[in-house]
């Protein structure tokens, strides 16, 4: 082959309409780094590098010269290789609008629809609606949130992306569930009496008069130079040659088959989708890489009289168009196998994912987890292989996906297409998958199965059954379908074949992944769905022969889950006596809205590069309890563009504060105590060369005991923090004397990471004058980093100065760690003169950061038979990892915070933070609320099961009274709380609804529902005086702008929204007379974390009180001229030497807490509120879907309900997460697994409320707060309990229903394994079952 003649030095391609010519293209090079670093294209976000975020969507654009078409789809930069771009029109979230030119309407739409909080997922978001607009300007609404389902928001929550997204769609305004023809606002919700008249129409937070039209001709047309290459230009085979790497395009078949001969072992990248992320992730190098992507023949679709023929070079987006095309045109009974792949390419990844990934890639992954290749088994589909000695054809079955030599490609040989043959008469093909989460999540197990009966007398002419996730790759039960061949479709039957195939695929109980037990269930119940779905058919077919189904039994078979969205939001409307322009109490888009949308926000990474940067990897411990024998940096070093690599050693006794004030230390010198804990950090020229050498350290370990990772290992070994936190109230012992029942119980809630959307970032630059550093970190708290980078410089903290214009979400992960990375970046940049940039990848900075912690809390409740409860004596125990860190001020608020919305007479309540050898825990929306709480509600709801009562009348009867006191005797007036909770149960239509669960679950055996209300009182302060103190600067310039700045951070809740609103209401300026840049320790120094639901609180307090001091000096001016405007009033009073800048300040709320006496009052002022949640579970799968959300919350007068309402849906989103899909997954050696959103299951999109209403409680009583507002930001976690027990109550019902009536012991999260092996029946005792301690688990409890 003469590649070298023909090698194209040139790649060309397009973006945003201009034309990028690469001279030395870079195999290694992905289009995300060369957007953000080489383009300065920065909209474009990385989230986690491996195609699971969405945050980094662009739309790529292809002219095909045959088809003459134009193909637009949506592409995660980060896994595309830009030499796979040649000819490509790339259109990032910067090219399809910007403010100095022209919004886009989807950007503008998603700001003023309110779907942005910290803006960082939102170009991402943008891209992806885009790219489906390109394709459907009026898309439906199925279409749009199957658009949307690769892309994650940690902030909002979904409900107001889906608004924005409705905005598009032909019909608009009500859930556009046409299912039996009626429109949810028709039939009422759950065919139950809807809202009254008046509430369907309440006000909305954005109008959509405003909107701009969407114009399709005003799009950007694709690049005609490059239309005219593809048609005129010789086709050339083009070579790119890297450092390391070389790649090849050949343009005909031909060259491919000399290519593949030359280069045997190189891969075919197509996607990209699994070599992209094996190379990243699994450090896999291939030095010759061979795109086929031009190479037509890969693209065919052949319809022939025995079947579809696909070309492996077809992405599965164009797969899953072909089948939904092929269903429509042929007879059911052709397309069995045709239709079974169509659901799974449902439910398959994201649209970008599927839309870069090709059948042939997926196909010769053999991923163990795929979910194409057993549909492909069973419907015996066979590939039609090529090489230079001639075609031939190999069936896909299991041979080929064990990778048997004799069944497998030769390594010269390639896969052109798949046929996949069409199905007979009695022939049934099914698809079944379950996952974490229903989309872009890979099956726990997933199986094709299909059954051939010959003709219509049932008996078994054919069977195949092939199982994923159970393996090392796709398995097949062939003894089992063939020992069933010749036997009748009955019960009998499928009793034999569930024993026959737990036989034969047998997992261990070691196997990789875990979940074992969960994994043989799920194994015989596909068995039995699939036994269902084929009688459900042969009923229908042949009515007379073969019984029905149980009535029962038949839901089982509908899918639980529906895409279709509908919210409702109620919100008291700003006070008729305001001024007409003050904005306080209006829904005002987030001040950043539209730049978040366009691209044009800058967080810390946007920063362009300074002069000579250099960046910063730490390199940490892979043992998590081990002596440092020795650390090898020599190969290190010597990896080309190293300049330094700090150890420990050089930090030594180098100390800084955390949080609470307790020292930490920076890297570790001797002994490691956590896996991740940071050992040293590589200081390079590049991120790829810093990276490149991290990984050349070599370190000696020598483990050391104990090693403690559970919280029942630190118990066990008396390992704790200090101090232990302990309330009473009353006498609880003399209390359980007088009782009529007394329980005891536990439950373990899991812990969750923050998963923030932009990672851990820093950029310490050096000023080269009087030591002065300038820090530009994405941290909530700008000065624990001032402090830290001082004292690790030795420098007074005057020279040093912490920028933080935003942060792309937070929630309490950006604190403590953040300061410690920051120092140790500040002391490499100080030590080498130059600026240093430190950015951590998506498993870095879940390993090094840790999260929420885990809790174990043990109860023991006194209570009477009437469900009050008289005694209540707690232990809660967290997992605080290796260091300090937070845990005991989380610790505190978790005791404080425990009794939630209950008066427990008599209570006693210990909390220990264990000690153990895992990355600390931290600070997390809530602070050990969302744990406390879930535990006291168990016990509640345990309580009421003892009793015969339902969980709600429990809850009734315990709850605080209107006036009241705390267990530390803090007066509490909760009548809020009680309206919050009889408007819910009155909102939800609780008692109707409850009864058509019960009639529900009385007619379904394999699907049950569950409904839960759950009050929430929510302690709002920090217990002390000095931390919510607060306080901003404003000025005024001569133009009669102004320029405010507060110590709030902006993290995505809207505080400099609302403190503009706030200058505007008290200047009595437009708000867009007012600009706000960021924070910084340069304009207020000494500011508290931004955190605990008091940013606006405090510093809007502060902000007050600077206008006001700048109004009181205005005052004689402003009166000399009444009629001037603010130009006018600051020349005056710059000629009158007027000051036009003034500080603010606010104290701080009174708060107090004595520990030792056990009483205070810690908090200010307290959030109330209830969430009503309703799920349909899954008995057979363990699946679950929130059907319907409804939530009142009381927030005093909301200074800006959208803003507000945003915070309550994104913090019960988020809680609903904590307590169901999100599982973080250690090793029984501490070492964590769950590093990436592949592996961590954040909710998405598919996991909102199908009916979500959020209500705001009329102002009843006026907190002595700004503008009698309530901060909220960290509260709605806790409704997101409310769905768990939803689960709960489904499962009781479930248990109940099989004759089991004792206590139910379900620990969060509540996840599809939970619920799956909750519902005991017969397949779980059908299941092989370990004895614990017979095999070393994967994973263990923490
Ligand atoms: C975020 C994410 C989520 C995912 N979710 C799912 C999921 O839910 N379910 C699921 O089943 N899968 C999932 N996947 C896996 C995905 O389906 C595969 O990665 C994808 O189909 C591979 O296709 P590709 O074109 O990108 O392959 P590439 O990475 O380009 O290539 C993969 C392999 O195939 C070989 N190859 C490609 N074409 C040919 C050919 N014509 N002839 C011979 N060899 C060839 C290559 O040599 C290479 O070894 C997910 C992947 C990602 C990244
Ligand atoms: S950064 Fe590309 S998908 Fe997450
Ligand atoms: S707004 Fe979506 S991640 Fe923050």
Same mark, same amino acid.
């Given at each position: 082959?003469?590649?070298?003649?023909?090698?194209?030095?040139?790649?060309? =391609?397009?973006?945003?309409?201009?034309?990028?010519?690469?001279?030395?293209?870079?195999?290694?090079?992905?289009?995300?780094?060369?957007?953000?670093?080489?383009?300065?294209?920065?909209?474009?976000?990385?989230?986690?590098?491996?195609?699971?975020?969405?945050?980094?969507?662009?739309?790529?654009?292809?002219?095909?010269?045959?088809?003459?078409?134009?193909?637009?789809?949506?592409?995660?930069?980060?896994?595309?290789?830009?030499?796979?771009?040649?000819?490509?029109?790339?259109?990032?979230?910067?090219?399809?609008?910007?403010?100095?030119?022209?919004?886009?309407?989807?950007?503008?739409?998603?700001?003023?629809?309110?779907?942005?909080?910290?803006?960082?997922?939102?170009?991402?978001?943008?891209?992806?609606?885009?790219?489906?607009?390109?394709?459907?300007?009026?898309?439906?609404?199925?279409?749009?949130?199957?658009?949307?389902?690769?892309?994650?928001?940690?902030?909002?929550?979904?409900?107001?992306?889906?608004?924005?997204?409705?905005?598009?769609?032909?019909?608009?305004?009500?859930?556009?569930?046409?299912?039996?023809?009626?429109?949810?606002?028709?039939?009422?919700?759950?065919?139950?009496?809807?809202?009254?008249?008046?509430?369907?129409?309440?006000?909305? @937070?954005?109008?959509?008069?405003?909107?701009?039209?969407?114009?399709?001709?005003?799009?950007?047309?694709?690049?005609?130079?490059?239309?005219?290459?593809?048609?005129?230009?010789?086709?050339?085979?083009?070579?790119?040659?890297?450092?390391?790497?070389?790649?090849?395009?050949?343009?005909?078949?031909?060259?491919?088959?000399?290519?593949?001969?030359?280069?045997?072992?190189?891969?075919?990248?197509?996607?990209?989708?699994?070599?992209?992320?094996?190379?990243?992730?699994?450090?896999?190098?291939?030095?010759?890489?061979?795109?086929?992507?031009?190479?037509?023949?890969?693209?065919?679709?052949?319809?022939?009289?025995?079947?579809?023929?696909?070309?492996?070079?077809?992405?599965?987006?164009?797969?899953?168009?072909?089948?939904?095309?092929?269903?429509?045109?042929?007879?059911?009974?052709?397309?069995?196998?045709?239709?079974?792949?169509?659901?799974?390419?449902?439910?398959?990844?994201?649209?970008?994912?599927?839309?870069?990934?090709?059948?042939?890639?997926?196909?010769?992954?053999?991923?163990?987890?795929?979910? @194409?290749?057993?549909?492909?088994a069973v419907g015996n589909c066979t590939l039609n292989l090529l090489s230079k000695e001639g075609e031939r054809q190999v069936p896909l079955n299991e041979q080929f996906l064990r990778k048997s030599p004799k069944a497998d490609l030769k390594p010269e040989e390639i896969l052109i297409s798949v046929n996949i043959p069409y199905s007979r008469k009695w022939e049934f093909v099914s698809a079944f998958r379950q996952a974490q989460r229903q989309q872009n999540a890979l099956a726990i197990v997933n199986s094709g199965m299909r059954v051939f009966f010959g003709e219509g007398e049932g008996i078994i002419r054919e069977l195949s059954i092939y199982y994923g996730g159970v393996g090392p790759t796709t398995i097949y039960a062939k003894n089992s379908c063939q020992k069933l061949i010749g036997r009748p479709w009955n019960e009998k039957m499928l009793d034999v074949a569930c024993r026959l195939v737990l036989d034969e695929v047998s997992l261990p109980g070691s196997a990789p992944g875990g979940r074992v037990e969960f994994k043989r269930t799920l194994i015989v119940s596909f068995l =039995?769905?699939?036994?269902?779905?084929?009688?459900?058919?042969?009923?229908?077919?042949?009515?007379?022969?073969?019984?029905?189904?149980?009535?029962?039994?038949?839901?089982?078979?509908?899918?639980?889950?529906?895409?279709?969205?509908?919210?409702?939001?109620?919100?008291?409307?700003?006070?008729?006596?305001?001024?007409?322009?003050?904005?306080?109490?209006?829904?005002?888009? +987030?001040?950043?809205?539209?730049?978040?949308?366009?691209?044009?926000?800058?967080?810390?990474?946007?920063?362009?590069?300074?002069?000579?940067?250099?960046?910063?990897?730490?390199?940490?411990?892979?043992?998590?309890?081990?002596?440092?024998?020795?650390?090898?940096?020599?190969?290190?070093?010597?990896?080309?563009?190293?300049?330094?690599?700090?150890?420990?050693?050089?930090?030594?006794?180098?100390?800084?504060?955390?949080?609470?004030?307790?020292?930490?230390?920076? @890297?570790?010198?001797?002994?490691?105590?956590?896996?991740?804990?940071?050992?040293?950090?590589?200081?390079?020229?590049?991120?790829?060369?810093?990276?490149?050498?991290?990984?050349?350290?070599?370190?000696?370990?020598?483990?050391?005991?104990?090693?403690?990772?559970?919280?029942?290992?630190?118990?066990? +070994?008396?390992?704790?923090?200090?101090?232990?936190?302990?309330?009473?109230?009353?006498?609880?012992?003399?209390?359980?004397?007088?009782?009529?029942?007394?329980?005891?119980?536990?439950?373990?809630?899991?812990?969750?990471?923050?998963?923030?959307?932009?990672?851990?970032?820093?950029?310490?630059?050096?000023?080269?004058?009087?030591?002065?550093?300038?820090?530009?970190?994405?941290?909530?708290?700008?000065?624990?980093?001032?402090?830290?980078?001082?004292?690790?410089?030795?420098?007074?903290?005057?020279?040093?100065?912490?920028?933080?214009?935003?942060?792309?979400?937070?929630?309490?992960?950006?604190?403590?760690?953040?300061?410690?990375?920051?120092?140790?970046?500040?002391?490499?940049?100080?030590?080498?003169?130059?600026?240093?940039?430190?950015?951590?990848?998506?498993?870095?900075?879940?390993?090094?950061?840790?999260?929420? +912690?885990?809790?174990?809390?043990?109860?023991?409740?006194?209570?009477?038979?009437?469900?009050?409860?008289?005694?209540?004596?707690?232990?809660?125990?967290?997992?605080?990892?290796?260091?300090?860190?937070?845990?005991?001020?989380?610790?505190?608020?978790?005791?404080?915070?425990?009794?939630?919305?209950?008066?427990?007479?008599?209570?006693?309540?210990?909390?220990?933070?264990?000690?153990?050898?895992?990355?600390?825990?931290?600070?997390?929306?809530?602070?050990?609320?969302?744990?406390?709480?879930?535990?006291?509600?168990?016990?509640?709801?345990?309580?009421?099961?003892?009793?015969?009562?339902?969980?709600?009348?429990?809850?009734?009867?315990?709850?605080?009274?209107?006036?009241?006191?705390?267990?530390?005797?803090?007066?509490?007036?909760?009548?809020? @709380?009680?309206?919050?909770?009889?408007?819910?149960?009155?909102?939800?239509?609780?008692?109707?609804?409850?009864?058509?669960?019960?009639?529900?679950?009385?007619?379904?055996?394999?699907?049950?529902?569950?409904?839960?209300?759950?009050?929430?009182?929510?302690?709002?302060?920090?217990?002390?005086?000095?931390?919510?103190?607060?306080?901003?600067?404003?000025?005024?310039?001569?133009?009669?702008?102004?320029?405010?700045?507060?110590?709030?951070?902006?993290?995505?809740?809207?505080?400099?929204?609302?403190?503009?609103?706030?200058?505007?209401?008290?200047?009595?300026?437009?708000?867009?007379?007012?600009?706000?840049?960021?924070?910084?320790?340069?304009?207020?120094?000494?500011?508290?974390?931004?955190?605990?639901?008091?940013?606006?609180?405090?510093?809007?307090?502060?902000?007050?009180?600077?206008?006001?001091?700048?109004?009181?000096?205005?005052?004689?001016?402003?009166?000399?001229?009444?009629?001037?405007?603010?130009?006018?009033?600051?020349?005056?009073?710059?000629?009158?030497?007027?000051?036009?800048?003034?500080?603010?300040?606010?104290?701080?709320?009174?708060?107090?807490?004595?520990?030792?006496?056990?009483?205070? +009052?810690?908090?200010?002022?307290?959030?109330?509120?209830?969430?009503?949640?309703?799920?349909?579970?899954?008995?057979?799968?363990?699946?679950?879907?929130? /059907?319907?959300?409804?939530?009142?919350?009381?927030?005093?007068?909301?200074?800006?309900?959208?803003?507000?309402?945003?915070?309550?849906?994104?913090?019960?989103?988020?809680?609903?997460?904590?307590?169901?899909?999100?599982?973080?997954?250690?090793?029984?050696?501490?070492?964590?697994?769950?590093?990436?959103?592949?592996?961590?299951?954040?909710?998405?999109?598919?996991?909102?409320?199908?009916?979500?209403?959020?209500?705001?409680?009329?102002?009843?009583?006026?907190?002595?707060?700004?503008?009698?507002?309530?901060?909220?930001?960290?509260?709605?976690?806790?409704?997101?309990?409310?769905?768990? =027990?939803?689960?709960?109550?489904?499962?009781?019902?479930?248990?109940?229903?099989?004759?089991?009536?004792?206590?139910?012991?379900?620990?969060?999260?509540?996840?599809?394994?939970?619920?799956?092996?909750?519902?005991?029946?017969?397949?779980?005792?059908?299941?092989?079952?370990?004895?614990?301690?017979?095999? /070393?688990?994967?994973?263990?409890?923490?």
């Amino acid at each position: 082959m003469a590649e070298a003649v023909h090698a194209a030095t040139e790649l060309l =391609f397009y973006v945003n309409g201009h034309k990028v010519i690469e001279k030395n293209a870079d195999p290694e090079v992905m289009l995300l780094p060369y957007l953000r670093k080489k383009l300065r294209l920065t909209g474009t976000k990385y989230g986690c590098g491996g195609g699971g975020c969405g945050a980094c969507t662009v739309m790529i654009s292809q002219y095909n010269p045959i088809t003459k078409k134009i193909r637009h789809y949506p592409a995660n930069a980060c896994l595309l290789p830009i030499c796979s771009l040649y000819g490509a029109a790339v259109t990032t979230v910067e090219g399809i609008g910007s403010t100095h030119t022209r919004i886009h309407p989807v950007q503008e739409r998603i700001a003023k629809c309110h779907g942005t909080q910290c803006g960082f997922c939102t170009p991402g978001m943008v891209m992806s609606i885009y790219a489906l607009l390109r394709n459907h300007p009026e898309p439906s609404l199925d279409q749009l949130t199957d658009a949307l389902g690769g892309n994650l928001c940690r902030c909002t929550g979904y409900r107001p992306i889906i608004d924005a997204c409705k905005t598009f769609c032909k019909t608009t305004g009500c859930c556009q569930s046409k299912e039996n023809g009626i429109c949810c606002l028709d039939q009422g919700i759950n065919g139950l009496p809807g809202f009254e008249e008046e509430d369907k129409t309440s006000a909305k @937070l954005f109008s959509e008069d405003e909107f701009l039209p969407l114009d399709p001709t005003q799009e950007l047309i694709f690049p005609p130079e490059l239309m005219v290459m593809a048609e005129k230009q010789p086709q050339r085979i083009r070579v790119f040659g890297g450092d390391r790497m070389k790649w090849i395009s050949p343009v005909s078949l031909k060259e491919l088959l000399e290519a593949k001969v030359k280069y045997p072992q190189a891969p075919l990248v197509m996607g990209n989708t699994s070599v992209g992320p094996e190379v990243k992730f699994k450090g896999v190098f291939h030095p010759v890489i061979i795109s086929p992507d031009r190479i037509e023949e890969l693209c065919v679709v052949n319809h022939t009289c025995n079947g579809l023929t696909i070309g492996a070079g077809l992405s599965l987006a164009q797969v899953k168009d072909i089948l939904a095309d092929v269903i429509l045109k042929l007879p059911e009974e052709k397309t069995q196998t045709h239709r079974a792949l169509l659901k799974h390419l449902g439910t398959l990844a994201g649209s970008q994912i599927r839309s870069m990934a090709s059948l042939g890639g997926h196909i010769m992954s053999r991923h163990l987890d795929s979910d @194409l290749n057993p549909l492909l088994a069973v419907g015996n589909c066979t590939l039609n292989l090529l090489s230079k000695e001639g075609e031939r054809q190999v069936p896909l079955n299991e041979q080929f996906l064990r990778k048997s030599p004799k069944a497998d490609l030769k390594p010269e040989e390639i896969l052109i297409s798949v046929n996949i043959p069409y199905s007979r008469k009695w022939e049934f093909v099914s698809a079944f998958r379950q996952a974490q989460r229903q989309q872009n999540a890979l099956a726990i197990v997933n199986s094709g199965m299909r059954v051939f009966f010959g003709e219509g007398e049932g008996i078994i002419r054919e069977l195949s059954i092939y199982y994923g996730g159970v393996g090392p790759t796709t398995i097949y039960a062939k003894n089992s379908c063939q020992k069933l061949i010749g036997r009748p479709w009955n019960e009998k039957m499928l009793d034999v074949a569930c024993r026959l195939v737990l036989d034969e695929v047998s997992l261990p109980g070691s196997a990789p992944g875990g979940r074992v037990e969960f994994k043989r269930t799920l194994i015989v119940s596909f068995l =039995f769905k699939f036994y269902l779905e084929v009688s459900q058919i042969l009923k229908r077919m042949d009515p007379v022969h073969y019984p029905s189904l149980a009535d029962k039994y038949e839901s089982v078979l509908e899918d639980i889950h529906s895409k279709h969205h509908w919210s409702i939001l109620k919100y008291q409307d700003a006070d008729p006596r305001q001024l007409p322009k003050d904005p306080v109490g209006h829904p005002i888009m +987030h001040l950043s809205g539209i730049n978040h949308a366009t691209g044009e926000s800058i967080y810390c990474d946007d920063m362009p590069a300074v002069d000579q940067e250099l960046f910063l990897t730490f390199v940490t411990s892979s043992r998590a309890h081990a002596k440092i024998v020795s650390i090898d940096l020599s190969e290190a070093l010597s990896v080309s563009g190293v300049v330094d690599i700090i150890t420990g050693k050089e930090l030594d006794g180098i100390t800084v504060l955390n949080y609470v004030g307790e020292t930490e230390t920076l @890297l570790a010198t001797d002994e490691v105590l956590c896996v991740g804990h940071l050992v040293c950090a590589v200081i390079a020229e590049s991120e790829v060369q810093a990276r490149r050498a991290a990984k050349r350290v070599k370190i000696v370990y020598q483990d050391l005991e104990p090693l403690i990772l559970t919280i029942e290992d630190a118990i066990q +070994h008396n390992s704790f923090f200090e101090p232990v936190k302990k309330l009473e109230y009353g006498n609880v012992d003399e209390a359980f004397k007088e009782v009529d029942q007394i329980l005891e119980g536990e439950i373990h809630v899991g812990g969750q990471e923050h998963f923030y959307m932009e990672t851990q970032s820093m950029l310490a630059v050096p000023k080269g004058e009087d030591q002065e550093m300038d820090l530009y970190v994405s941290s909530q708290f700008p000065k624990l980093i001032q402090q830290a980078v001082a004292l690790t410089l030795k420098i007074p903290a005057n020279k040093i100065m912490c920028h933080v214009r935003r942060v792309g979400g937070a929630f309490g992960g950006k604190i403590s760690k953040t300061s410690i990375m920051a120092a140790v970046t500040a002391f490499a940049a100080h030590k080498q003169g130059r600026a240093v940039r430190c950015i951590l990848e998506r498993g870095e900075d879940i390993l090094i950061t840790a999260g929420r +912690h885990p809790y174990l809390g043990k109860y023991k409740v006194g209570f009477m038979n009437d469900g009050r409860v008289l005694a209540l004596d707690m232990e809660q125990y967290s997992n605080g990892g290796s260091t300090l860190d937070e845990s005991v001020l989380v610790l505190e608020m978790g005791v404080l915070k425990m009794d939630n919305a209950y008066k427990f007479p008599n209570l006693r309540c210990w909390a220990r933070a264990c000690r153990t050898n895992l990355p600390s825990n931290t600070a997390f929306r809530g602070f050990g609320f969302p744990q406390a709480g879930l535990i006291t509600e168990s016990c509640i709801t345990e309580v009421a099961a003892k009793c015969g009562l339902s969980p709600e009348k429990v809850r009734t009867i315990n709850m605080y009274k209107e006036i009241d006191q705390t267990p530390y005797k803090q007066e509490i007036n909760t009548k809020s @709380l009680i309206q919050c909770w009889r408007e819910c149960l009155a909102m939800s239509s609780y008692s109707l609804r409850k009864e058509a669960v019960e009639k529900f679950n009385a007619e379904n055996y394999w699907k049950k529902k569950g409904l839960a209300i759950v009050p929430l009182k929510y302690p709002v302060g920090l217990g002390t005086v000095p931390l919510s103190q607060a306080a901003a600067l404003v000025h005024i310039y001569l133009d009669g702008s102004v320029l405010v700045t507060h110590g709030g951070i902006e993290m995505g809740q809207g505080v400099h929204t609302k403190m503009i609103q706030v200058v505007s209401r008290e200047l009595r300026m437009p708000m867009s007379n007012v600009h706000l840049r960021g924070t910084s320790t340069e304009t207020v120094p000494n500011a508290n974390v931004s955190g605990a639901s008091v940013v606006a609180d405090g510093n809007g307090m502060a902000v007050k009180d600077a206008c006001q001091t700048l109004l009181k000096r205005l005052e004689p001016i402003i009166s000399k001229n009444p009629r001037g405007t603010w130009k006018d009033w600051a020349e005056a009073a710059f000629a009158e030497s007027i000051s036009l800048s003034a500080t603010g300040y606010f104290r701080g709320y009174e708060a107090n807490m004595d520990w030792e006496k056990g009483e205070g +009052h810690p908090f200010e002022y307290f959030v109330f509120g209830a969430a009503c949640s309703e799920v349909e579970i899954d008995c057979l799968t363990g699946d679950h879907k929130n /059907i319907r959300t409804d939530i009142v919350m009381d927030i005093g007068c909301s200074i800006n309900p959208a803003v507000d309402i945003g915070q309550i849906e994104g913090a019960f989103i988020q809680g609903m997460g904590l307590y169901t899909t999100e599982e973080l997954n250690y090793s029984p050696q501490g070492v964590l697994y769950t590093r990436g959103p592949n592996q961590y299951k954040i909710p998405a999109i598919c996991d909102v409320p199908t009916e979500l209403h959020v209500s705001l409680l009329p102002l009843s009583q006026k907190p002595n707060t700004l503008y009698s507002s309530k901060g909220l930001g960290e509260s709605g976690v806790f409704l997101g309990c409310s769905v768990f =027990f939803a689960i709960h109550n489904a499962v009781r019902a479930a248990r109940q229903e099989r004759g089991l009536f004792g206590p139910l012991k379900l620990n969060s999260p509540l996840t599809p394994e939970k619920i799956r092996m909750a519902c005991e029946d017969k397949f779980t005792k059908m299941i092989p079952r370990d004895e614990p301690g017979s095999y /070393i688990p994967w994973n263990i409890l923490i």
